[in-house]
């Protein structure tokens, strides 16, 4: 027996060791090509911002490679679905860094992944780069984490403040309980209450419910001045307008940028009229802006379906700056790349001038919108 | 009256369950596996409905009843493809469950690939429901409830009057009398496919009206099922309508004491009890071994 034993613990050593020198030798293997990794929601309600944004960096991507690549090498981007939260992202965090090897991620989208990749990016010294993610809690994730999509802390706070300045006392929220959505009605309601307001109910919902009843009528019941809704989808978006409006809701609304994506505005027309949202400053007629909105609408045919497009964007520009990085470089080294993203000032990008603060985050500026007949104006007050 | 309002919620969301609990005991009943493919089925039937109407533009009755006989083909199609060489390779009720839940995965990716995950609607006019003292509801709501209600019954009269239904009674009591009785046990299986699927498609319908279709509205519908199911009584179908409306009645009602993050937990929390302290479910009756033993 012991024998047999033994023999088998050889086996199983043996078998460990051929896999672990053929994946190292894998590894060392100069693939002649620069492999960048990527977190993104690829499958769930949250593709509907993942797989448009996927097509958005694939163009950069594969712009760059038409004009050479990076360093003379030609960058392979892999896609990992981080579908939409922290535990799937590390997951594919652990993956792209240790199996793929890579040093530089491009993500995650929703604030859930980022924060469920920082970690483990931050422990192995890898870029986590993200296009879009907003929680205020990103700010501090980590010194190898950085993004080019604005902290939505000042959306919650700007809509506080646009509240009490109607004179809304009393207001209902509605949030969806994800990192991204949590963590901007915590700075609404933290704000509307130094303000003097008073929440009269937080409700808030599962990403994989439907019917959201209930809530809306403990919220219609206590009688609120105006209930401020904040979804990570625009799928459960529209849901909740429509039930809304079937419980006999009418006053005023206020919610966060994904009221600004056109499957909203088209679909729910009625619904979202009057509602005032904040929004990252975009302009998308500005030249270069319209520029990329064209050769992206060009290549992939109409995008912008679920997203506003600022997100499509502010994922191009993040491939090239890290283009950018890795060619000031000279090579694909964390360290460097991460010192030459704090360096960033005024850079001019389709998302507009980017600047990145000590956080890694971006000075980016929200804006109040207001929704008439379909489209998204600016608010005044 | 707000508890009117939450009785009338509840019976909204227990409709759907109720429905999704039959169709999982019927199948539960004649083949005895938890059967996960009626989640596929029903995001399947909700996106057919979907394309037939609104992308082809075709009237929604000629839509509902081919979006039908396209579920009806694929429950034929699983059940011969998937689980019927497992079940002549005698394979246990969990790798049945495996390979079920293996389908379900399966075809809502397909979904999601075929039909992306942007916003869809049916394009009905949302309006302000009607009020009935104090609580209100939609016509959309009304018919939901009135048509899982009416099916449920059409059921129970086709099980309790038809050859059919009696043959699938006969079979979910001992497949081998019934096999020497000389029921096709087969067919009568591939049958009772076809009604779950039937039930499934139409709650799925029903649902894609009201909550509009999603590839992600499977999984929600076999959680609030099955716990319907076994809060009913397990392969007890009459018993999974009450579990659907009890489960439904109780999370809309427990939320309005408790923070709404709770509802789903609510549910199970029920279901974890009932596992604990009955098992068999409400209505829950001996099985033949454990009467006579």
């Known amino acids: ?381 | 009256m707000v508890l009117l309002q939450l009785l009338v919620n509840g019976i909204i969301a227990g409709a759907i369950y109720a429905l999704m609990a039959s169709s999982f005991s019927l199948i539960y009943n004649i083949i005895k596996f938890m059967d996960l493919s009626p989640g596929a089925l029903f995001v399947v039937s909700a996106f057919s409905a979907y394309a037939f109407n609104i992308l082809f533009g075709l009237n929604f009755l000629v839509s509902l009843i081919l979006a039908l006989i396209i579920v009806s083909i694929l429950a034929i199609l699983i059940n011969k493809i998937v689980y019927k060489p497992l079940r002549n390779k005698n394979a246990s009720n969990f790798i049945l469950f495996l390979a079920s839940f293996g389908v379900f995965l399966f075809i809502t990716a397909l979904i999601l690939l075929i039909f992306g995950a942007e916003v869809r609607t049916f394009g009905l006019p949302i309006t302000r429901g009607y009020e009935i003292s104090g609580a209100i509801i939609t016509k959309t709501q009304i018919l939901l409830i009135v048509i899982s209600l009416v099916l449920f019954l059409l059921l129970q009269l086709f099980m309790k009057t038809t050859k059919l239904g009696k043959a699938m009674r006969a079979i979910a009591d001992d497949k081998q009398i019934a096999s020497t009785l000389g029921i096709n046990v087969e067919k009568t299986i591939a049958i009772t496919f076809v009604i779950s699927s039937l039930l499934t498609g139409i709650a799925g319908i029903l649902v894609a009206l009201e909550q509009n279709p999603e590839h992600t509205m499977g999984l929600s519908v076999i959680l609030k099922g099955l716990t319907a199911s076994i809060i009913g009584g397990i392969g007890n179908v009459p018993a999974a309508l009450v579990g659907g409306f009890l489960i439904g009645i109780i999370e809309n009602i427990g939320i309005w004491f408790l923070p709404s993050g709770y509802k789903d937990a609510i549910a199970f929390v029920i279901l974890i009890l009932f596992l604990l302290f009955r098992p068999k479910g409400l209505f829950g009756v001996k099985t033949r071994e454990e009467a006579s033993g």
């Open chain 1, 1 to 381: 027996m012991a024998t047999k034993t033994t023999k088998g613990i050889i086996g199983i050593v043996a078998v460990a060791i051929i896999i672990l020198a053929a994946v190292l030798i894998f590894k060392s293997r100069d693939t002649g090509e620069i492999k960048i990794g990527s977190i993104m929601p690829l499958s769930g309600d949250a593709a509907a911002y993942g797989l448009p944004l996927q097509k958005s960096a694939i163009l950069a991507i594969e712009e760059i490679n038409s004009q050479g690549g990076i360093l003379g090498k030609q960058i392979k981007i892999i896609f990992e679905d981080g579908k939409c939260t922290g535990k799937e992202a590390s997951s594919a965090a652990q993956k792209l860094i240790n199996v793929d090897g890579v040093k530089v991620i491009l993500g995650g989208l929703c604030s859930g992944e980022t924060l469920g990749a920082a970690p483990i990016a931050e422990s192995s010294k890898v870029i986590l780069f993200s296009p879009g993610s907003g929680s205020p809690d990103i700010t501090n994730a980590g010194d190898y984490v950085f993004r080019n999509f604005p902290s939505d802390a000042s959306s919650g706070s700007k809509i506080a403040e646009s509240a009490i300045e109607q004179g809304y006392v009393k207001v209902g929220v509605l949030s969806e309980v994800t990192d991204y959505a949590q963590a901007v009605s915590r700075v609404f309601k933290n704000k509307f209450k130094s303000l003097g307001g008073v929440i009269s109910t937080d409700e808030s919902f599962s990403s994989d419910a439907s019917d959201f009843k209930t809530q809306i009528t403990k919220i219609i019941n206590a009688k609120p001045d105006a209930v401020y809704i904040v979804p990570q989808t625009p799928s459960k978006f529209g849901l909740v307008l429509k039930q809304l409006k079937e419980l006999g809701y009418e006053g005023p609304l206020y919610t966060n940028e994904i009221a600004a994506g056109k499957d909203v505005l088209e679909q729910y027309k009625n619904e979202i009229d009057g509602a005032i949202l904040a929004e990252p400053l975009f302009n998308p007629d500005d030249p270069i802006s319209k520029e990329f909105l064209d050769k992206l609408t060009a290549r992939y045919g109409e995008l912008a379906g679920a997203l506003p497009p600022v997100y499509l964007a502010t994922t191009y520009d993040a491939v090239y700056i890290l283009k950018e990085a890795i060619e000031s470089c000279g090579e694909v080294k964390a360290d460097c790349i991460k010192t030459h993203l704090y360096s960033i000032k005024n850079r001019k990008g389709t998302a507009g001038l980017l600047t990145l603060d000590p956080n890694g985050d971006p000075l980016f500026n929200y804006v109040l919108k207001v929704v008439k007949d379909g489209k998204v104006n600016e608010y005044k007050q």
